[in-house]
């Protein structure tokens, strides 16, 4: 990773505002897992501050946020190595967030393709925390001066946006405090598409069930998503470059890419010339090996919720060792008086 003056460090986050996805597996968790394994230092949150920008249903936002952090340990997260938690636990994500508040520029956040799309034509009626969110994502980064954010695509944006507000801050205040985030987007899968229409991103809020895989489905349901994924009717090309106009084709042979751990090239020389009758079951077959595991440890894990509090709570206590020293500092940058307990 680059030379910088600034120590390694890895944040990364994930919305309990749904089910985890096959999108948010492959372009976030299983990478997230490698990072780890990789030996860096690794810090990952369930950001519940971030779910309820859109209203949620306490109770489901609780078994939602116990559920993502079973889906991190599913997939590899080891909570001893990994600092792993939730975000309101730790309250320096929202001071840092209102300071980048006053950093951010409306312009920048008019600019976040992510806000027009989900409020759509109702903008008037959304809550004010949905246009500021992106500048709370960057007080998450930033609260821990990570250096690299592991992320899917649809994410680039908000992270170039946590660059702006890092370089301005330095710049407004004549410090070189904050580091200059590189966003980590890599893989086969930093977009994994809709099951049922391949220009549309795979997501826990489309209405469609069968656009997407969920990691809490079963063997079966994940066979049978697969097997009735819109697809057209050609064989699989012999080159990549032939499936630049074949969206759903595309999407599945990057899936399967990524699930086996290969490139797209490698799955395209291995079934070239094959017909969806032949490849779509062998996807299912990779994809129930891979995802069944998950999700039969993620089962065995919410069987005991206390025990994924407990291990949110001491991953909370080793954010906050963190994140509260860099906070105070903030604080005294900008000309805050701190003089309780003195
Ligand atoms: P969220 O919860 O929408 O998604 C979590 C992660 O999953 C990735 N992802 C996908 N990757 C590939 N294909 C898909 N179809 C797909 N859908 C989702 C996302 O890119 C993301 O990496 N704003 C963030 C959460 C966040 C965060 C942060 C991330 C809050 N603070 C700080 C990084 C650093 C979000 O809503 O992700």
Redesign the pocket.
């Known amino acids: 990773m680059s030379a910088s003056p600034f120590k390694t460090r890895i ?5 309990p505002s749904g089910g985890l ?1 096959l ?2 597996y ?3 968790l299983k990478r997230f897992v490698e990072k780890q394994d990789e030996g860096i230092e690794t810090v990952y949150c369930m ?1 519940d501050m ?1 779910a309820i920008t859109v209203w949620q249903d306490p109770a489901k936002l609780r078994q939602q946020t116990r559920e993502g952090a079973a889906a991190f340990i599913a997939a590899g997260i080891d909570p001893a190595r990994s600092i792993l938690f939730n975000q309101s636990q730790v309250t320096a994500h929202a001071e840092l967030g209102w300071i980048f508040n006053c950093i951010a520029r409306m312009g920048w956040m008019s600019r976040m393709t992510q806000f027009k799309d989900k409020a759509g034509k109702n903008s008037e009626n959304v809550s004010l925390g949905l246009f500021a969110y992106p500048s709370l ?1 960057a007080a ?2 930033l609260a821990y001066k990570a250096t690299h ?1 592991p ?5 680039k944006q ?1 992270l170039e946006l946590c660059r702006d507000i890092a370089i301005k801050f330095n710049n407004d205040y004549g410090v070189d405090f904050f580091p200059v985030v590189e966003p980590v987007i890599e893989g086969a ?4 598409m809709s099951l049922r229409d391949g220009t549309k ?3 826990k809020s489309d209405p469609s069930d069968q656009s997407r895989i969920n990691l809490t489905d079963d063997a079966d349901t994940i066979a049978k998503k697969i097997r009735k994924a819109k697809t057209d009717p050609e064989p699989l090309p012999d080159n990549l470059n032939d499936l630049k106009d074949r969206p759903e084709a595309k999407n599945l042979v990057n899936i399967y890419a990524a699930l086996a751990g290969h490139t797209p090239e490698q799955v395209i020389a291995d079934f070239a010339g094959a017909q969806f009758g032949t490849f779509k079951p062998a996807l299912a077959d990779l994809a129930v090996a891979k995802l069944e595991p998950i999700t039969l440890e993620m089962n065995r894990l919410m069987q005991d919720p206390s025990e994924i509090d407990r291990i949110l709570g001491q991953g909370a206590d080793r954010a906050e060792a963190i994140a509260r020293p860099i906070v105070d500092q903030v604080y005294d940058i900008v000309g805050m008086i701190r003089s309780r307990g003195r």
């Open positions: 944040f990364s986050g994930i919305q996805t999108g948010n492959l372009g976030a950001v971030h994502m998450d980064i954010v992320v899917g695509d649809d994410q908000h899968a930093t977009r994994v991103k795979m997501s």
